[in-house]
Protein backbone atom coordinates (compact mmCIF):
# COMPACT_ATOMS: atom_id res chain seq x y z
CA UNK A 1 0.00 0.00 0.00
CA UNK A 2 1.03 3.58 -0.63
CA UNK A 3 1.47 6.09 1.67
CA UNK A 4 -1.82 7.91 1.14
CA UNK A 5 -3.88 4.61 1.12
CA UNK A 6 -2.49 3.79 4.79
CA UNK A 7 -3.10 7.13 6.18
CA UNK A 8 -6.75 6.96 4.72
CA UNK A 9 -7.16 3.48 6.30
CA UNK A 10 -6.05 5.23 9.41
CA UNK A 11 -8.59 7.47 9.65
CA UNK A 12 -11.78 5.47 8.08
CA UNK A 13 -11.25 3.18 11.13
CA UNK A 14 -10.98 6.50 13.52
CA UNK A 15 -14.99 7.55 12.06
CA UNK A 16 -17.45 7.36 14.36
CA UNK A 17 -19.63 4.05 15.29
CA UNK A 18 -22.36 3.15 12.52
CA UNK A 19 -25.19 5.02 13.39
CA UNK A 20 -27.63 2.32 10.91
CA UNK A 21 -26.71 -0.13 13.63
CA UNK A 22 -27.97 1.55 16.35
CA UNK A 23 -31.12 2.26 14.54
CA UNK A 24 -31.51 -1.24 13.57
CA UNK A 25 -30.74 -2.10 17.50
CA UNK A 26 -34.21 -0.19 18.41
CA UNK A 27 -35.91 -1.27 15.81
CA UNK A 28 -35.84 -4.27 16.74
CA UNK A 29 -35.54 -4.22 20.61
CA UNK A 30 -32.07 -5.45 20.65
CA UNK A 31 -30.77 -3.77 23.87
CA UNK A 32 -32.19 0.04 22.76
CA UNK A 33 -30.57 1.70 25.85
CA UNK A 34 -27.42 0.15 25.36
CA UNK A 35 -26.84 0.99 21.69
CA UNK A 36 -28.55 4.85 22.42
CA UNK A 37 -25.80 4.77 25.43
CA UNK A 38 -22.62 3.88 22.74
CA UNK A 39 -23.81 5.84 19.92
CA UNK A 40 -24.21 9.08 22.30
CA UNK A 41 -21.06 8.68 23.97
CA UNK A 42 -18.85 7.01 20.76
CA UNK A 43 -19.95 9.99 18.52
CA UNK A 44 -18.81 12.88 20.63
CA UNK A 45 -15.36 11.47 21.22
CA UNK A 46 -14.76 10.78 18.18
CA UNK A 47 -14.11 14.50 16.98
CA UNK A 48 -11.35 14.31 19.70
CA UNK A 49 -9.94 11.09 18.10
CA UNK A 50 -10.38 11.66 14.55
CA UNK A 51 -8.69 15.01 15.28
CA UNK A 52 -6.34 13.53 17.03
CA UNK A 53 -5.27 10.61 14.27
CA UNK A 54 -5.61 13.51 11.89
CA UNK A 55 -2.62 15.47 13.80
CA UNK A 56 -0.60 11.95 13.93
CA UNK A 57 -0.87 11.04 10.12
CA UNK A 58 -0.15 14.81 9.42
CA UNK A 59 3.62 13.69 10.89
CA UNK A 60 4.20 10.57 9.09
Same mark, same amino acid.
Given at each position: ????? @???? =??? &???????? +? %? =? $?????????? #? &? %? =???? @? +? =?? #??? &?? $?? &????? #?? #? @?
Amino acid at each position: MTGIM @IKVT =IFE &AAMPPMVM +G %G =I $VSMQYDLEPE #L &A %G =ILLG @I +G =IP #LSF &AT $VS &AWYWV #LE #L @I
